[in-house]
T-cell receptor, first 114, second 116 residues
Framework: DAGITQSPRHKVTETGTPVTLRCHQT?????MYWYRQDPGHGLRLIHY???????DKGEVSDGYSVSRSKTEDFLLTLESATSSQTSVYFC?????????????FGQGTRLTVV | AQKITQTQPGMFVQEKEAVTLDCTYD???????LFWYKQPSSGEMIFLIY??????QNATEGRYSLNFQKARKSANLVISASQLGDSAMYFC?????????????FGQGTELSVKP
């Protein structure tokens, strides 16, 4: 199994509070991704990174920011959590951005904003 | 605009029968890759099969095969001889070559239920 750890695995937070989710990998893969999964929407890309300090927005980036200061860690921050950000968040990693390179996923983080 | 479309929110199949899960995509990039992933109720994401836009033959991996129709921009997953363990969510995904960031976009998913 790819060495990807998401923390925390579960979190309940209040509206308006900041929240940071962490993705840690031991594979030394260059590419990292944050997705959210919601019923009827599948997996939607929030932000992704193609190297240390190189990040870009995905389809649903509003209300989220990311940072990648070292290869192994990719942080997703909800600056001021809202109920619409209640979701399951998945981190994924990929060795390269080449077309045929599969992505490996973490176990997911279930976030509830009350 | 939705780049990956899976029009079947849910499907049922009888055990031991074959089933086709639909996936259509939208891209102007001539070079792209298509993936299928399985997500069982445990929540993990499992890579199943890959098809490149320039691949001459349809991809196959065990009981999984990909019915790739480039002109129609479809990449349907075929599961032969369904098993109870195939009950899961299935996601189609695409990566385009022009995107240097290796962006990987997913569809909405199809929930497959295999009946005994």
């Amino acid at each position: 199994d790819a060495g990807i750890t998401q923390s925390p695995r579960h979190k309940v937070t209040e509206t308006g509070t900041p929240v940071t989710l962490r993705c840690h990998q031991t594979e030394n893969h260059r590419y990292m991704y944050w997705y959210r999964q919601d019923p009827g929407h599948g997996l939607r890309l929030i932000h992704y990174s193609y190297g240390v300090k190189d990040t870009d927005k995905g389809e649903v980036s509003d209300g989220y920011s990311v940072s990648r200061s070292k290869t192994e860690d990719f942080l997703l921050t909800l600056e001021s959590a809202t109920s619409s950000q209640t979701s399951v968040y998945f981190c994924a990693i990929s060795e390269s951005g080449m077309l045929n390179t599969e992505a490996f996923f973490g176990q997911g983080t279930r976030l509830t904003v009350v | 605009a939705q780049k990956i479309t899976q029009t079947q929110p849910g499907m049922f199949v009888q055990e031991k029968e074959a089933v086709t899960l639909d996936c259509t995509y939208d891209t102007s990039d001539p070079s792209y890759g298509l993936f299928w992933y399985k997500q069982p109720s445990s929540g993990e994401m499992i890579f199943l099969i890959y098809q490149g836009s320039y691949d001459q033959q349809n991809a196959t991996e065990g009981r999984y095969s990909l019915n790739f129709q480039k002109a129609r921009k479809s990449a349907n997953l075929v599961i032969s001889a369904s098993q109870l363990g195939d009950s899961a969510m299935y996601f189609c995904a695409m990566r385009e070559s022009y995107n240097q960031g290796g962006k990987l976009i997913f569809g909405q998913g199809t929930e497959l239920s295999v009946k005994p």
